[in-house]
């Protein structure tokens, strides 16, 4: 299924759009999308040193340069693909999600995620929720 996930213009230059998802064994994992120079890439919100690290903790992540900073540790990751040459990740790559950019309108679509929501995990009931088209 693809589903719009927001319009690039919502993703802030210096920072990240934070949603939810659902994964095929019905956990839930937060997305990050952050903008690039030509397009838009969209990683899980995790960092590769320690997995329960959050890069976005619901303020956006820390962006610099076109690198992701881990808040916890400072390593950098190319946000165009992933990838960590430094500080404690080094040698790793995010885990990527796919989606695709259609006039201005991000979708999602990974065959193994489901779109859930704006936010983070517990932002279910927040007063940021939107509805999302679905089709
Ligand atoms: S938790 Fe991210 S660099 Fe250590």
Redesign the pocket.
């Known amino acids: 299924m693809t589903t719009l996930i927001a319009s690039t213009d919502e993703i802030p230059d210096n920072g990240s759009y934070l949603f939810t998802v659902e994964e095929a064994d019905g956990n839930l994992e937060e997305v990050i999308l952050v903008s690039l120079s030509d397009g838009v890439s969209a990683w899980k919100n995790f960092?590769?040193?320690?997995t329960d690290?959050r890069l976005d903790r619901g303020n956006g992540a820390a962006m610099r340069n076109g690198e992701i900073i881990?808040?916890?540790?400072?390593?950098m990751f190319d946000a165009e693909s992933g990838y960590c040459d430094n500080?404690?990740?080094a040698g790793s790559t995010l885990a990527e999600v796919d989606i695709s950019v259609r006039h201005g309108q991000i979708y999602l679509t990974d065959e193994d995620l489901e779109f859930r929501h704006e936010g983070g995990i517990d932002d279910d009931d927040g007063p940021s929720s939107t509805s999302h088209l679905q089709f």
Do not use: D
């Not at 960092?47 to 320690?50: I, K, R, S, V």
């Not at 881990?70 to 390593?75: Q, Y």
């Open positions: 960092c590769q040193h320690e690290q881990c808040p916890k540790h400072g390593s500080g404690k990740a």
